[in-house]
């Protein structure tokens, strides 16, 4: 209705899934017959073949660490920003270090003009992340604006303002606050 969310970490990642997705499906329910997208059939569990799991046994004793070592702890990244969106104003690079400390994903969009800030190729800065969590990285975006009605839901999987420890990502938020509402609506390519 005109309203800005500014949702970050686990709250994007729950505006994306509640609130943007539930948005698409009620636009699907409501548009022409033949216009919704097709929902796959629930697929069942494959039968036992009799063979053992493929699961390799480890130590109980070494879960805490096996688990530490796959944590994103507080690391430093670089971002690829749009300069050409409202909720990059006033930077003067393309290339923004942001401050990781979680593993969570945003779900990617359809919508490449919703992309405003997204990891490169080798985001890792500084810091340490497994092979594993850092190979789920890179081409991931890291701000998405949506327009949703007359309102804006910007997600930022990482806390811009974190501990007011890192002062250079807090212009994202407040440039979500500030400009969310002057951003327009866009449509993928494939809707022209």
Known sequence: AGGILVATKSAAVW???KVLAESMESADAAAPSGASAQTAPPT???P?????PSVERRPYGDFDRDRAAQLVSGAIFEVELDRTHPMAFGYPSDRLPVFRNST????DTDNPYERVAVYGAEPLLSGYVSD??????????????TKLGEGTVIS???NPNFRAF???TSKLYL???FFGSIVEPTSPPGDW
Do not use: C, F, H, K
Request: proline residues 11%; without cysteine; hydrophobic residues 40%.
């Open 104 to 107: 969570l994903q945003l779900d």
């Open 175 to 177: 440039n979500g606050l």
């Open 156 to 158: 930022l999987i990482d």
């Open 166 to 168: 890192w002062y250079g």
């Open 48 to 52: 036992s073949t009799g063979e053992p």
């Open 132 to 145: 594993e969590r850092l190979a789920e990285i890179p081409g991931r975006p890291a701000m998405l604006v």
């Open 44 to 46: 069942l569990p494959e």
């Open 15 to 17: 505006a994306g899934e």
